[in-house]
């Protein structure tokens, strides 16, 4: 088993205890992380916790044990993404919709709440103004299918959202999602925890994508072949919750997601000041990204760099570990990231909306171009 020395310090801590401290561990609740492909681990709260603050990524499989993403990944061939991109137009007439002043007020309320904690009233309190937002764009589109649906998770307080927009082909999806919880580190939900780039920027982006997406004259008919869906994961920060939570019933549903397009956190430029975007290549779709550089040179005014992130490092994982392609396009290759986030300064002040954009754009181009792609041809 492979472990970063954080957690071997933990493991070769917990497995010198003495007999009084082995006995208190195993009267507590023991969570079941996946470390690695294959590889878990059975950990108490407390030490979950030191794991997140050292950075170390894991699924938390607690609530799914009995779940075989093996079995969903046999089930489902790799999609053929366009090698060509033919709704230039129609992108750019929804992109040219999107508002950067908008994103800035509205991420302003989102950032507001005093945390976003999955198992905090903020929490809760903060997903259920973005699931209301989401209601009256779908309102104000007046489509007469789009739908909205608030996911109440057994094991947490904090609900996921997920918007769906039938297309001709009901049982195809594609999707992009963002997580809309945020945490800072050393903490249970009490402290300042304001969550503005990571993931505040990526959620208000998504909601200002929908709205000009829903209006655009092809969608608005539905004269589109592929069902559409914008998700907002809570629990990201403790273990990929929510998103494990929605793949995993996808799979066991049979829903076929043709493609999953990540983005967590989409705010900052970088500080190197060369401004690119990051293309994590591991625990992804190699076919599906090769498609995004196509839309990044299409459609963005920046280059992007390949980077990596490691296993379960976001919930474009979840949707990986159930065999649907995936990607995550990342505000900057890794380690040249926002350094505020997990903490009370991930704020406003570091967001950048010109950068925000420029996500907009290339996942503009994700979702409407993979709308139209025949995916049976």
């Not at 580190?185 to 208000?204: E, L, M, T, V």
Request: proline share 5%; with cysteine; glycine share 6%.
């Amino acid at each position: 088993m492979r472990y970063s020395v954080p957690l071997l310090a933990a493991l070769a801590a917990s497995a010198t205890a003495t007999p009084a401290e082995a006995m208190g561990k195993r009267a507590q609740k023991l969570f079941t992380l996946e470390t690695a492909p294959g590889e878990t681990v059975e950990v108490t709260e407390d030490e979950k916790f030191q794991m997140i603050d050292d950075h170390i990524h894991f699924f938390d499989i607690t609530e799914w044990k009995d779940h075989n993403p093996a079995d969903a990944s046999l089930a489902f061939t790799t999609p053929k993404f366009p090698e060509t991109l033919s709704h230039q137009s129609n992108v750019a007439n929804i992109v040219k919709k999107l508002s950067t002043k908008n994103m800035e007020k509205q991420l302003k309320k989102f950032s507001s709440f005093h945390n976003r904690y999955f198992n905090s009233a903020y929490g809760v309190e903060a997903a259920e103004w973005l699931h209301k937002e989401v209601q009256k764009v779908i309102k104000k589109s007046k489509h007469p299918l789009a739908s909205v649906r608030l996911i109440q998770h057994q094991a947490w307080s904090q609900p996921s959202i997920a918007v769906s927009i039938p297309g001709k082909v009901r049982l195809k999806t594609v999707i992009t999602g963002s997580h809309l919880d945020s945490v800072i580190s050393n903490d249970r939900g009490a402290g300042r925890a304001p969550g503005a780039d990571d993931n505040g920027s990526a959620s208000i982006m998504l909601l200002n994508l929908l709205s000009a997406f829903l209006e655009d004259p092809r969608i608005a008919k539905g004269d589109h072949l592929n069902t559409v869906e914008f998700h907002w994961y809570s629990a990201e920060e403790t273990g990929l919750l929510g998103s494990q939570d929605i793949f995993n019933s996808y799979s066991r549903l049979g829903i076929q997601v043709e493609a999953m397009l990540n983005q967590d956190m989409v705010g900052y430029k970088g500080r190197d000041g060369v401004e690119r975007f990051g293309l994590v290549t591991d625990f992804t779709s190699p076919s599906q990204n090769e498609f995004l550089k196509l839309l990044i040179d299409e459609y963005a005014d920046i280059p992007y760099e390949e980077s990596t992130c490691g296993y379960a490092c976001s919930d474009h994982a979840s949707a990986h570990r159930n065999g649907f392609p995936s990607s995550f396009l990342f505000e900057t290759p890794f380690g040249n990231h926002n350094p505020y986030i997990h903490t009370p300064n991930d704020t406003m002040a570091h967001v950048d909306f010109d950068h925000v954009m420029q996500h907009a754009k290339v996942t503009a181009g994700f979702v409407y171009e993979l709308a139209h792609r025949d995916f049976t041809a």
